[in-house]
């Protein structure tokens, strides 16, 4: 459900910052220019049909069939999907009490480190996962199909298009991390901000936007971002963290030099 709703930022960017179509990656790696397609007179037009996902659906260029198409897919799909999350949630509360909230704030240091930590482990956790989800046998490769349907330069859409088996292995993860900290228990603050930037880092990873203002732009060498994460959609041997960039460099790197 946050994943739906978070993606709606990059998912709309062309919308309301200016220039932003000037920014998406091109295809299968980035840093090429736009697209051009012939019109009848023979000259070169700038296109912007690449600027979807292979799933939108939008490929006539016109910007208002594009907008309504967009709209209605995320109403349909992510809106009334997170309509039915919150009423599950709503119902198993009714069920069993949510328990109350620490009235005590972290400390500046402990949220930090706590969400640092988590974001770290997570990406540590769920690497091999993915990676088996390639390389490994084939029941496990299966379940990573749907997420790779995406292709081309990707939109953020594609960050909760997956199968559920592929869905439950990111949120076990994710859970698995929420229990990790060096203060025994993780405080409730930081697993409400480490959710919010694990959600922001994958839509900005399946954005298919290489924009200044980006993680892999404030922290280059750090974390990989959206041009590694559209360059693994279209390649699916490349680039297999989720945020980071350290284990494709070291210890997947041979893997990859042999694949190529
Ligand atoms: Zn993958
Ligand atoms: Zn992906």
Known sequence: MLSSST???????????????????????????????????????VSR?????????????????????????????????????LAAIYLFHLC?????????????VRLAVEVALGLFLYDLFFTPVHWAMHNGPTWLKSIHVVHHEAK????????????????SLQVLVNIAVQFMSPWGAKHALSRFVHNLAVTWLLCESHSGYDLPFMSHRLFPGVIGGAPRHNDHHNRGNVFYQQFFVYLDDTVLAPRLNAAQ
Request: proline residues 11%.
């Open 7 to 45: 993606a709606l930022i990059p998912q709309t960017l062309h919308l309301w910052y200016p220039g932003a179509l000037d920014h998406r990656i091109e295809g299968p790696g980035h840093g090429h220019p736009p697209r051009r397609r012939q019109t009848s007179d023979g000259e070169g037009q």
């Open 49 to 85: 049909e690449s600027t979807e996902g292979s799933r939108s659906g939008d490929r006539d260029g016109s910007p208002s069939p594009r907008v309504i198409t967009s709209a209605w897919f995320f109403l349909r799909t992510k809106v009334a999907g997170s309509v039915v999350y």
């Open 96 to 108: 069993k009490a949510k328990p109350p909230l620490p009235l005590a704030p972290p400390s500046a």
């Open 152 to 167: 081309g330069t990707l939109s953020a859409g594609a960050t909760v298009r997956h199968s559920l088996a592929d869905g």
